[in-house]
């Protein structure tokens, strides 16, 4: 058996080496066992990125800036930049692979291609959005993302003059 996603939070690298010590005696109790290559440390000070020497036995830990837990990309800065690109590449590739088999297709209704792109390419994009203290640099990446898809759904080129506003209102009727 093995012990898996799991997160620990210490406020100094003492208190994080005991953690892990701790930890790692409780695992070897019930036979479970740490695997210290996938086994990742962070700091998240915000002052200034400190060096982490964590060890599980004799081996050290490696320290990482960014990783993914629970769905979401978490960064030494703490800053969205990084899961909201994650989001909008998720979404990209969500959107990449019906592009030909949906979007495109011209027998299709166009409140068809807009209920798949809100069901399957939306929540891609917006997950986990709910808990983002988000700046407007990136609603404007993640809306600039959705009115390109909405653009590419609807045939709207940008020859066409079309306002970002007009397109975003037909999409909703």
């Not at 953690?19 to 695992?27: P, T």
Request: proline share 1%; net charge positive.
């Amino acid at each position: 058996m093995y012990a898996d996603d799991l997160c620990f939070l210490a406020e100094s690298l003492d208190g994080l080496q005991q953690l892990m010590s701790a930890f790692h005696q409780a695992c070897r109790k019930f036979g479970l066992k740490i695997i210290v290559n996938k086994t990742e440390v962070m700091s998240l000070d915000i002052h200034g990125h400190e060096t982490l020497t964590i060890k599980v036995s004799e081996y050290v830990l490696k320290q990482v800036d960014k990783f993914r837990y629970l769905g979401n990309t978490v960064t030494f800065k703490c800053d969205l930049d990084a899961e909201i690109n994650s989001r909008v590449g998720a979404a990209a590739v969500a959107f990449g692979k019906l592009s030909s088999k949906v979007f495109c297709l011209h027998d299709l209704k166009l409140a068809t291609k807009i209920s798949v792109y809100m069901t399957v390419v939306l929540p891609n994009l917006l997950y986990s959005s709910e808990t983002w203290c988000a700046y407007r640099r990136h609603i404007r990446t993640l809306d600039r993302f959705h009115l390109k898809c909405l653009r590419t759904i609807m045939k709207v080129r940008w020859s066409d003059r079309v306002r970002n506003s007009e397109a975003s209102q037909c999409w909703w009727h």
